[in-house]
C-alpha cells in the first residue's frame, strides 16, 4: 500500500515547544502534502512538497522529504494552543491522495 | 472552508434506505471527491470526478455512487445504507489533478445507520 503512516500517533508537549511529526511510505510518489484537521471540521491543506525538493518552509512549519528513505517530517516551531489538531500526511502516486491514520498534537498552556 | 457546502451536516437513517448527500462549490473548480472518514483508517477515497459527467472510483466504492450534472455539484448515494457506512463523509475540491495542487475540504457531514 502507499498508504502514509505518521509517528507518533500523539504527541503533548507545552506550548512554545516544538513539535516534530513523520510519515513515512511504501511506494514512490509524485508529490507528498500535509494536512490538518481540528476537532469536527474538515481537513485544512498546510504544504505541498514535491519529490525533487528536500525542504519547504511555510511560516511556523517546515516540511523535509526524503524520498530515499521514504519519509517526511513536520515541524511546527514554537508551538501555540491553537496548533491543537490532527495532522495528516498524504501521499500522491496516481493522481490520488492516500491518506495516513494522522498524529493527534496537543499543545498544554 | 474555500466555498465548499454539504448538506445535510448531520443525518440519521435507517439500514436499507438509500440516501444522498451533496457537495456544492462556488470556486468552479474541476476537481471533486468523496471520502469518509473512520476510526483507525483515516480518510479514504470513495469516488471522484474530473469534470461534468466525469466520474472514477476510489479506494473504497462498493455501495456507493455519484453523480455530477454540474461543475458546481457532486452528489454521492448510498442505494441501500447499511451499518458498516455509519462515518463522517467528507467532500473535497482541487482546481487541477493531485499531481500538483492541494485540496480543500468541506465541513462534513455525520451519516448514522441504524
Known amino acids: 500500500s502507499q498508504q502514509g503512516e505518521e509517528d507518533p500517533q500523539a504527541l503533548s508537549i507545552q506550548e512554545g515547544e516544538n513539535a516534530t511529526m513523520n510519515c513515512s511510505y511504501k511506494t514512490s510518489i509524485n508529490n507528498l502534502q500535509w494536512y490538518r484537521q481540528n476537532s469536527g471540521r474538515g481537513l485544512v491543506h498546510l504544504i505541498l512538497?514535491?519529490?525533487?525538493?528536500r525542504e519547504k518552509h511555510s511560516g511556523r512549519l517546515r516540511v523535509t522529504l526524503d524520498t530515499s528513505k521514504k519519509s517526511s517530517s513536520l515541524l511546527i516551531t514554537a508551538s501555540r494552543a491553537a496548533d491543537t489538531a490532527s495532522y495528516f500526511c498524504a501521499t500522491v502516486g496516481a493522481q490520488k491522495l492516500v491518506f495516513g491514520q494522522g498524529t493527534r498534537l496537543t499543545i498544554n498552556p | 472552508d474555500a466555498g465548499i457546502t454539504q448538506s445535510p451536516r448531520h443525518k440519521v437513517t435507517e439500514t436499507g434506505t438509500p440516501v444522498t448527500l451533496r457537495c456544492h462549490q462556488t470556486e468552479n473548480h474541476r476537481y471533486m471527491y468523496w471520502y469518509r472518514q473512520d476510526p483507525g483508517h483515516g480518510l479514504r477515497l470513495i469516488h471522484y470526478?474530473?469534470?461534468?459527467?466525469?466520474?472514477d472510483k476510489g479506494e473504497v466504492s462498493d455501495g456507493y455512487s455519484v453523480s455530477r450534472s454540474k461543475t458546481e455539484d457532486f452528489l454521492l448515494t448510498l442505494e441501500s445504507a447499511t451499518s458498516s457506512q455509519t462515518s463522517v463523509y467528507f467532500c473535497?475540491?482541487?482546481?487541477?489533478?493531485?499531481?500538483?495542487?492541494?485540496?480543500?475540504f468541506g465541513p462534513g457531514t455525520r451519516l448514522t445507520v441504524t
Open positions: 512538497i514535491r519529490s525533487n525538493e
Open positions: 470526478s474530473y469534470g461534468v459527467k466525469d466520474t
Open positions: 473535497a475540491i482541487s482546481a487541477g489533478t493531485t499531481l500538483t495542487y492541494e485540496q480543500y
